[in-house]
């Protein structure tokens, strides 16, 4: 049988790759990584021997040096196949700091080994206990010494994949908040070797949460860290965070229009084979509707995220778009999961049918990277013009 869903674009041949490989990856090994809350590292080790996951890392530095839409595409089958790219997300997007605003020592050092996966770049430490999503608010602090090297003293929570990765990107203060002219300024990015770190200052705990995400806690504790750590400009970081923020947040939108087409495929066939009353339930207009409303949700939001990456490419601002990408992509999967689970009934609830642990994972893209009510709040202030609300 054909889905809607199965429709071709300029990409159809990274699809058909990265589909054919998450075949090598079925149900029962999510399930068993699931139940233990560990680490998908076999699927992680083929993605990188594929190359998928340093598409968008230029040529020159050993990447394939294609647009975010190829990268939308890797990530989109991922989720579509029932397979979950949340432990190696990052790996895509998380360089782009690097690749942007780094030196080009930096890039020469770090690039090749990342796209070859000799090293993982996974850590994004942004988020703080006591900030949440008001960055320009962090207390992690970074203070310069006299030999050029920083001293890192504070906290970060929801730092995703650190126990796997072997750099983190950090953002941290180096002007207290008291000293700068601008809210936006005063903070500055690093990339911590975290293999160096570790037991020297750097300490990580991991969190244990409702779905299997290697998400943790760090604490910094007198880290130095060399001044060579430093990405581009003392004092600019926060710019920086936000310039790399758009490619996450449409790479995200690309995973959840993913998983709504697992669930549309899964809920669809389903309601084709499940007979009652001796008929399939899918005559019934009580599951053929809510099915139909999802599949339009799904589309709509999938033409938002080729929009947001279609500007991305061209390199047009697209804050606006890849916000709007996010948010209807993430509201759209979560409604397709619901929807799912009430046409499977009790057996949704059965594991074997991998429905309960995909509605879990597509739940938090609500919440993460940014709530689903802060995409409003920045779409009425920044697009609409209406007044500050916080």
């Known amino acids: 049988m054909t889905h809607p869903d199965d429709h071709q674009d300029d990409h159809q041949d990274i699809r058909d790759a990265v589909a054919k490989l998450c075949a090598k990856f079925p149900g029962d090994y999510w399930r068993e990584l699931d139940r233990e809350r560990a680490y998908p590292t076999k699927f992680v080790q083929a993605l ?4 998928f996951l ?11 040096g294609l647009d975010i839409r190829a ?7 991922i989720h579509k196949a029932g397979c979950n790219g949340a432990a190696c997300h990052a790996q895509m997007y998380t360089m782009g700091t690097v690749l942007r605003h780094g030196s080009d020592a930096q890039k020469t050092a770090f690039l090749p080994k990342i796209a070859s996966g000799e090293l993982r770049l996974q850590a994004f430490g942004v988020t703080e206990p006591g900030s949440g999503t008001n960055t320009l608010g962090l207390r992690t ?8 090297s920083y001293v890192v003293n504070g906290q970060k929570v929801w730092t995703s994949r650190a126990e796997h990765s072997d750099l983190m990107v950090l953002l941290a203060r180096t002007t207290p908040k008291d000293k700068v002219q601008k809210r936006t300024e005063g903070l500055s990015v690093f990339l911590v070797d975290m293999r160096e770190a570790k037991g020297n200052g750097l300490e990580i705990k991991p969190i244990r949460t409702m779905i299997n995400h290697a998400t943790t806690e760090i604490f910094f504790d007198n880290l130095r860290i060399p001044g060579e750590s430093l990405i581009g400009e003392e ?28 669930f549309i495929r899964k809920a669809t066939d389903y309601a084709n084979e499940r007979q ?11 599951i053929q509707f809510p099915i139909a409303e999802c599949y339009a949700a799904s ?12 500007k991305f490419d061209a390199g047009e601002p697209c804050g606006a778009e890849a916000n709007m990408a996010k948010y209807l992509a993430s509201e759209a999967s979560w409604r397709a999961a619901d929807m799912c689970m009430q046409t499977h009934g009790g057996f949704a609830f059965a594991e074997e ?9 597509t739940r938090l893209y609500r919440i993460a990277p940014i709530s689903n009510n802060f995409v409003l709040s920045f779409l009425a202030e920044h697009v609409l013009g209406l007044p500050r609300s916080y």
């Open 48 to 51: 990188t021997a594929s190359g």
């Open 54 to 64: 340093a598409i968008l890392i230029p040529e020159a530095y050993g990447g394939s």
């Open 71 to 77: 990268a939308v595409a890797v990530m989109e089958e």
């Open 141 to 148: 602090t970074a203070v310069r010494q006299p030999d050029g």
């Open 235 to 262: 004092g600019k970081g926060f710019r920086y965070i936000l310039d790399g923020m758009n490619a996450e947040r449409i790479l995200i939108a690309a995973e959840c229009i993913g998983d709504a087409r697992w």
């Open 276 to 286: 009652v009353f001796e008929r399939p339930i899918g005559q019934n207009q009580g």
């Open 299 to 310: 589309e709509a939001a999938a033409l938002m995220l080729g929009k947001a990456a279609a």
């Open 353 to 361: 049918y991998d429905i309960e642990r995909k509605f879990r994972e």
